[in-house]
């Protein structure tokens, strides 16, 4: 059993974030898509400075996830405007669960799911909503484990290709 230590995320782990948000894409989605594609992605959504204004957005907290002093997956949850898409204050999404691919299967998301309950929770929020690519089966099928029902599409870009990400929320008040 893993030793997790949760912690949350300051400016001084903007490097630790590309790094493992870089690595989770790649071991995740570069083999159902070109390579141009993910490249793009990439450099867009973890470039230095944009990762840093997402840091710095008082409507979004992140959470690393650490075993024996090393990042292992992350938590990324956006409050208001802050939100990719509903922008409801009365919800909380989820718009990243990153863990290493070694670390699938250890309970590493679920850990990173439950601060995301907790943090709704503790803020009295009515619902926790998230994006999933279609393709992603894996991620699907947990968040259905944990409750989640799909209530919408939306596209999502990336790189240059536009695919279908499910709309997800879990109602918790």
Not at 51 to 75: Q, R
Request: charged residues 30%.
């Amino acid at each position: 059993m893993l030793n997790i230590k949760l912690t949350k995320a300051s400016i001084c782990d903007l490097e630790k974030i590309r790094k493992i948000g870089i690595y989770t894409i790649i071991e995740t989605f570069a083999l159902s898509n070109e390579d141009e594609n993910t490249e793009k992605y990439l450099s867009e959504s973890f470039d230095p400075e944009k990762v840093l204004k997402e840091l710095t957005n008082p409507d979004s907290e992140f959470f690393l996830a650490e075993s024996d002093n090393k990042v292992i997956g992350y938590l990324k949850i956006n409050f208001n405007k802050a939100q990719s898409d509903l922008n409801d204050p009365d919800s909380l999404e989820i718009e990243r669960i990153y863990v290493y691919k070694e670390y699938h299967g250890k309970g590493i998301g679920k850990i990173l799911f439950d601060k995301a309950l907790e943090t709704a929770l503790r803020n009295k929020l009515n619902y926790i909503w998230l994006g999933v690519w279609e393709n992603n089966h894996r991620a699907i099928a947990f968040y259905k484990k944990s409750g989640f029902i799909e209530f919408d599409k939306h596209i999502f870009r990336y790189g240059n290709d536009d695919q279908t990400d499910l709309l997800m929320k879990l109602v918790i008040s």
